[in-house]
């Protein structure tokens, strides 16, 4: 069982920043490729950001240049460092882990909300 546990999200306007935090235990985080989806009302879920167990990265062209997803091999943690934020940036935000990047949304965390005001 895949646990992911997501913090760090919240109310910011437009034009800050804002770090979220997914964190998984060791055996699941050395073999898995982690990511983030984001999801509004009424919309599919999609993927924001995915990053591979040797640092391969992948973003959604609506979020390039302004978020960045890396990980803590130590901490078994992965962050997603958001930026320039706009309101369209907000969502519910979601961990996700699988055993590569096309699969990422194998496995889920609770999601956490993050608004942006303008």
């Known amino acids: 069982q895949v646990q992911l546990v997501e913090s760090g999200g919240g109310l910011v306007q437009a034009g800050g920043s804002l770090r979220l935090s997914c964190a998984s235990s060791e055996s699941a985080f050395r073999v898995n490729a982690m990511g983030w989806y984001r999801q509004v009302p009424g919309k599919l879920r999609e993927l924001v950001a995915a990053i591979s167990v040797g640092g391969i990265t992948n973003y959604a062209n609506s979020v390039k240049g302004r978020f960045t997803i890396s990980r803590d091999n130590a901490k078994y943690t992965v962050y997603l460092q958001m930026t320039s934020l706009t309101p369209e940036d907000t969502a519910v935000y979601y961990c996700?882990?699988?055993?590569?990047?096309?699969?990422?949304?194998?496995?889920w965390g609770q999601g956490t909300q993050v608004t942006i005001s303008s």
């Open positions: 996700a882990a699988g055993s590569n990047i096309a699969t990422v949304g194998t496995y």
